[in-house]
């Protein structure tokens, strides 16, 4: 008999604990918390690399070489190039709330090399013992070699990643000796124009966007905008570089647009 109680206490038992765990609710699935990406800032400075396209306008007339009045001797004439560009740059940031709306303010600095080419076509006069004088027309293959540009920059952010912006300031570019031609089959005219560095300033408009996966990495375009003053370029003989009586009195601008991508150090909050 006792036997036959303590057989029976331990079947009570176990179903208790078989019955008890039915009843048990499950554990509950906790669901692992969303990490949210880090909003990017504009904040912190920048190194940058890119390329694109340029148009370059040459307004000139011929004069003395030394005329301290730049008494054209010839008419204007324009002319023009076209071509590629590489760039690269650098910069700081600095990101702050005005209004309500996000501003980002910085200075930034590029170096750009290529650039238009095109065909200078001018006139010089031709001196005779008494007038009326000749013009003989030129010609010859202009090249703009480099330009630089520095100055500050501001904009607003579109949306966290997008930033439209403004920047000016002040730019120089160099265009190469120009090996001049006359026209008519007639061969090289012995002169050339020196090569000639501009000084000016230029005004620009651009989008930026960060790029989400890649944490540092922006992606730019830019619309630019140069204009320099007016310089002699000066005429040489092209044998021995000698001056010459005459050269081109030019007032040039630029147009550019050019994209590029930007690392940013200090990017995140």
Not at 79 to 100: E, S
Not at 113 to 135: I, R, Y
Request: hydrophobic share 40%; glycine share 14%.
């Amino acid at each position: 008999m006792k036997k036959l109680a303590m057989t029976l206490s331990a079947l009570a038992a176990l179903t208790g604990s078989a019955f008890a765990a039915d009843m048990a609710p499950a554990p509950r699935y906790t669901k692992a918390p969303v990490v949210a990406p880090p909003v990017a800032t504009w904040t912190g400075c920048y190194i940058s690399g890119g390329g694109g396209y340029s148009m370059s306008y040459d307004d000139h007339y011929g004069v003395l070489t030394g005329d301290p009045t730049n008494t054209p001797l010839t008419d204007t004439t324009t002319t023009g190039g076209r071509g590629w560009l590489g760039m690269v740059g650098a910069g700081c940031d600095y990101q702050f709330t005005a209004l309500g709306y996000g501003v980002v303010f910085g200075v930034m600095g590029d170096y750009d090399f290529g650039g238009a080419k095109g065909n200078f076509e001018g006139s010089v006069p031709l001196f005779t013992a008494a007038p009326p004088f000749g013009v003989a027309t030129v010609f010859g293959s202009d090249k703009q070699n480099w330009s630089w540009a520095v100055g500050p920059r501001i904009g607003i952010l579109v949306t966290p990643s997008l930033l439209t912006y403004f920047n000016g300031g002040y730019t120089e570019t160099h265009f190469g000796q120009v090996d001049l031609n006359v026209s008519g089959g007639l061969g090289p005219l012995g002169s050339s124009l020196a090569a000639t560095t501009f000084h000016g300033w230029f005004l620009g408009s651009g989008t930026e966007f960060a790029v989400p996966s890649i944490p540092g990495l922006y992606w730019r375009n830019e619309y630019r905008y140069s204009r320099f003053n007016g310089a002699d370029r000066t005429g040489i003989n092209t044998f021995t570089g000698v001056p010459v009586f005459l050269s081109e009195h030019s007032k040039v601008d630029v147009q550019a647009a050019t994209t590029s991508l930007i690392y940013k150090f200090n990017m995140w909050h």
